[in-house]
């Protein structure tokens, strides 16, 4: 008797593992989904910013260096948030 109530009880932990597993796996799926959102608006709204800068007359080296600094950035956290890192 004290057999199948063990057995009962690993069967219950190991479904209530597997439980909290999927609902991690699911919470991270859907922060990587809005994070890679915000990154995609991010990176367009840097293009813009960057388009209008290096249409001036006179383009600052130091923006343009910062520009590219923080596209790398956010390029790379894309690239993880699709699993291409």
């Given at each position: 008797?004290?057999?199948?109530?063990?057995?009962l009880d690993v069967q219950r932990r190991r479904i209530y593992q597997l439980g909290e597993r999927i609902y991690r796996a699911r919470e991270l799926s859907e922060?990587?989904?809005?994070?890679?959102?915000?990154?995609?608006?991010?990176?367009?709204?840097?293009?813009?910013?960057?388009?209008?800068?290096?249409?001036?007359?006179?383009?600052?080296?130091?923006?343009?260096?910062?520009?590219?600094?923080?596209?790398?950035?956010?390029?790379?956290?894309?690239?993880?948030?699709?699993?291409?890192?």
């Amino acid at each position: 008797m004290d057999c199948d109530k063990d057995h009962l009880d690993v069967q219950r932990r190991r479904i209530y593992q597997l439980g909290e597993r999927i609902y991690r796996a699911r919470e991270l799926s859907e922060f990587k989904a809005v994070t890679k959102n915000l990154v995609e608006n991010s990176l367009r709204v840097l293009s813009e910013i960057s388009t209008e800068e290096m249409q001036g007359e006179n383009p600052s080296p130091f923006l343009l260096e910062k520009y590219s600094l923080l596209n790398r950035y956010l390029d790379y956290l894309k690239r993880l948030c699709e699993g291409r890192v």
